[in-house]
């Protein structure tokens, strides 16, 4: 089963900053829409922004514009999202997920997921 890695949690400051990074070695990521998704304890996993493949379009959650940036790299091999001024309520587990079809902020909609990486938010 193909599968992403995350990388470029920890813990940080609020108002601080992280980059997350999405890739793989198993597929050509870009070839595929990839979605960011994050789950916090005790709550359902949510989208955070989503990129496809062409164009691209680009979706973000309403928490996440203003603040967070999704994108390529230059070859495409990897996706960054981009966290600027974190608040205590960012803190989760952030996934990334591929399809070849751009799902949006929907979660089903994606077929190849990560294991996740842990963001921490202190005030």
């Known amino acids: 089963q193909p599968r992403l890695v995350e990388s470029g949690g920890g813990l940080v400051q609020s108002g601080g900053s992280l980059r997350l990074s999405c890739t793989t070695s198993e597929f050509a990521l870009e070839d595929y829409a990839v979605g960011w998704f994050r789950q916090a304890p005790g709550k359902e996993r949510e989208g955070v922004a989503a990129i496809s493949t062409h164009g691209p379009t680009i979706d973000y959650a309403d928490f996440a514009k203003g603040r967070f940036t999704v994108s390529r790299a230059d070859g495409k091999k990897t996706v960054y999202l981009q966290m600027n001024n974190l608040r205590f309520e960012d803190t989760a587990v952030y996934f990334c997920?591929?399809?070849?079809?751009?799902?949006?902020?929907?979660?089903?909609?994606?077929?190849?997921w990560g294991q996740g990486t842990q963001v921490t938010v202190s005030t």
């Open positions: 997920a591929a399809d070849l079809w751009y799902g949006d902020l929907d979660a089903k909609e994606y077929s190849i």
